[in-house]
């Protein structure tokens, strides 16, 4: 058999994937309220087709032979992933699936209405129940020697185990506890009410606009709008769409979030023409991906090489609401560290404290029996002892996040594994390209060059720690993350004599 | 067989077309520029899909199977279109099928290239190409005795020919042509140099999403956007959208836009629950479509019932630019007659006299061989004629309509066919319900209502002249449109003593 006899499925399959995404966008941005009901039978009718596509008998024949020969790296790395989705679906009997995937939309509706109530005990059944169909697809398809946990974060992070991501969840406690208690205690401090001023909307999409265009992001090759959450999403390398969302009284919030969605939407906009629009023609992984909006958002995006030039335009933008606001005083509110309860609010440094408390949780889920009930508590204990807060209700605790309801186990170390392999990228970069000097000259079709020519245009060719290798010349090494947070906050909170 | 055992098949079919209409809307509305030629791929292959479904021997023979069944009205319905269809479309080789709808895709995007560049010449390899493959497919499709244009005229309104549309236009010409010389030499004159102020896009935006919910468009079930076109889409009658285009100096263009779009959008939003998603929940045909929006559009919305109660609002809206044009004023202003180069710009009177430009030259293009380089001057010269205008260049010329680019022959006569079928059905309305009181209260529930249960509510499960039969109890009777344009202009132009 040949390559070209998987095309028509190639392009079937990425077709299906395409509308899919449609709906979704269109769902999350502008679909009319009372659509939902009907048009979720088409995205019903799509899936199961795509679901039927990806486990055909025919194409796992070609892709089994395929396998066997010498092929381009590209169509290699091709017949490698798919192969690896049957493997996750084929076992999985399909009215398992459709049931659990009705499960799952039912249960973002109560997780949505338990949020909003405050009653955990209303989502705990939906939750017991997702996690034990997911522990039961997980067992169809781990080895042996496999933990159950390991299964699912495999899915996110190719070649990420429990055990390593325990090494590197123990090295940031050991760190970052430490150094949060230092700047908790240090003597200067950092005002940042500027920020809940009345920042005009329309003003704010003007700038938002600009400082996505400014960063990189190409409004040929994609658009801006606006959603509850903002995300990315995207067709092919030349239509890459964000979202943000605009707050009248937290001007960061849209800033950060429009610079965030920007470094993901670049890393797609960059893949290569040759592998846009197959299986293959997206990020390495979610951590890869994290890594990109968060290089943005926070390595650059909070650093004063990137505001010296562009905070006047800023202070214009609003006039006169940060007229007396210095550049100083601006780069230290948007690096103020405060423990706070709500993740997607969380400071830089922070963050990854706010992801350890959920990894906690899924392991306990995953590897051993829980008492449901108790979760909440458990939850609570460990904000209290990574963070040093408590919530004072569910809503702000437990049921914060939609991942779980939506079956989404395995995901949230992506997002930490993603600012380390940025600040990783970062340190090679700095030795090696005056990376420093371009964010200062807001040069940054140099970076977007720099970052598609090492590995960007790649797409997922490569795996997590096969492209850090190609990239930085050494695998995962959460270091250069644990140096990057040190040597920013010891200068912000001026801790050098303390 | 049972009709359960089409209801898969129905299900895909309908998921497919949905997919395929929200890449349309999305190019229509959103879409990043360099997106398409990516995307049309998506839309090639689904596209194919669709027409593997539709043609699809199994669905075929379940199909003729049920036809010889005696079963309810509405999967009748169904069996026959879908049979139609399949006999449209059978004939054609799918590869070719598949390559035209990606040309149609390309075609569009040049079109509006060609069209803001005055570019004929761009456009035409493009124009000539689709007009030979539309005719091939014509002629796989096409009985002895047909001439290929009925062919196309038959995908529009079936049951239409050349030969009844020759007649109707001759009326029309022999109605209108002197009626408009009357007009153009009458002592009583009509300035609306009022439209041309500088109408803020803002309070236009806010005055045409009231008025689109004042006729009774419903914001729950639909959605209002902007295009360069105006147009209307749906999924389901439960998600109908429509767009408007604004401009600084005309209030006009937006206002009658919207009123249009939204009668196309409240026959969709009235078609039944259980023929929604299905082939047959859709308008009977594009001339009753366009009957709906041209009745909301022209016959209530440029009616002096229709703006005494909501005048007021309209002058507030723009206050003070409309202080001084009286109700009046206003009504003679938007039934101004005025030949004009524009078809979507056109007055109710002329409006039929583009469409006769267009389908002068569609016949020419399909029953004999024609020289695209002269086309444009065909257009100009067919403007003069009958217009009395001609256009400076080939943006408001021969290029100013989509229609072509997307591959519409044989659809334009469906534009005055619907004017009558507006006119017919007004002239029996009036005899049997307060239609005009209706209308001056501003209670467009009565009138969605009324025309939801006479048949809005069928979708095509009727054709054009048995519903027509069914509604004004006469077949297609094209007089009570020559009488209501007659009566209307002699008034508006107080005629009645010249």
């Known amino acids: 058999m040949e390559f070209k006899d998987l095309e028509h499925y190639i392009s079937k ?22 659509s939902v009901e009907q048009t979720s039978k088409y995205v019903g009718t799509l899936s199961h087709e795509l679901f039927e596509l990806i486990t055909d008998e025919n194409v796992k024949n070609i ?3 395929l396998q066997l020969q010498d092929l381009p790296l590209e169509q290699k790395a091709l017949v490698r992933e798919w192969l690896k989705d049957i493997r996750k679906l084929e076992k999985i009997p399909s009215d398992k699936y459709q049931l659990h995937q009705e499960l799952l939309m039912k249960a973002q509706h109560v997780w949505q209405k338990a949020k909003a109530d405050d009653n955990y005990e209303l989502f705990l059944p939906y939750l017991k129940q997702i996690v034990e169909e997911e522990k039961e697809f997980a067992l169809y398809r781990k080895n042996n020697e496999e933990n159950l946990y390991d299964v699912l974060l495999d899915d996110f992070e190719p070649g990420f185990h429990t055990q390593q991501l325990d090494q590197f969840f123990d090295m940031l406690k050991k760190e970052i506890i430490p150094l949060l208690q230092k700047i908790q205690n240090a003597t200067y401090t950092i005002d940042k009410t500027y920020n809940e001023k009345d920042y005009d909307i329309d003003k704010q999409r003007i700038f938002n606009h600009w400082i996505a265009q400014y960063v990189g992001f190409d409004f040929k090759k994609g ?10 999403t995207n067709f092919h390398n030349k239509d890459v769409r964000i979202t943000t969302h605009y707050y009248l009284n937290n001007l960061e919030s849209a800033l950060f979030s429009t610079i965030h969605e920007s ?8 893949i290569s023409d040759n592998i846009t629009m197959t299986p293959i023609g997206v990020g390495a992984s979610m951590g890869f991906h994290e890594s990109q909006s968060r290089f943005y958002e926070n390595i650059i995006g909070r650093s004063d090489l990137f505001w010296k030039p562009i905070y006047p335009r800023l202070q214009k933008a609003f006039e006169p609401l940060l007229d007396d606001v210095t550049l100083q005083h601006f780069i230290d509110g948007i690096n103020k560290v405060q423990p706070s309860l709500i993740r997607t609010e969380a400071d830089e440094l922070t963050y990854s404290l706010h992801i350890m408390v959920r990894y906690e949780i899924e392991k306990k889920m995953f590897e051993g029996s829980v008492d449901y009930h108790q979760l909440p508590t458990l939850w609570n204990n460990l904000y209290k002892e990574y963070l040093g807060v408590t919530p004072s209700n569910n809503s702000e605790g437990i049921l914060q996040d939609i991942h779980w309801a939506g079956g989404s186990f395995g995901y949230f170390p992506s997002y930490a594994i993603g600012s380390a392999i ?4 970062y340190a090679y970069m700095k030795k090696t390209v005056p ?18 020519n090492h590995f960007h245009q ?22 250069y993350y644990i140096d990057y947070l040190k040597n920013k906050y010891i200068q912000i909170y001026h801790l050098i004599n303390e």
Not at 13 to 34: G, I, K, M, S, V
Not at 435 to 452: M, P, R, S, T, V
Not at 458 to 478: C, D, H, M, R, S
């Open 223 to 232: 658009l801006m709008k606006e959603s509850a959450h903002p995300f990315t």
């Open 13 to 34: 399959r990425q077709a299906l994937n395409a509308a899919l995404t449609l709906f979704a966008w269109d769902q999350d941005t502008e679909a009319p309220e009372e």
């Open 422 to 425: 940025g600040a990783q990228i």
């Open 63 to 65: 892709l089994l032979d």
């Open 263 to 270: 470094g993901h939407a670049l890393y797609e906009m960059n």
């Open 458 to 479: 790649y797409g997922a060719i490569y795996n997590t720690n096969e492209l850090l290798q190609k990239v930085t010349g050494e695998p995962f090494n959460p270091q």
């Open 435 to 452: 990376i420093e000097q371009w964010i200062l000259d807001g040069d940054f079709q140099k970076i977007k060059d720099y970052l598609k």
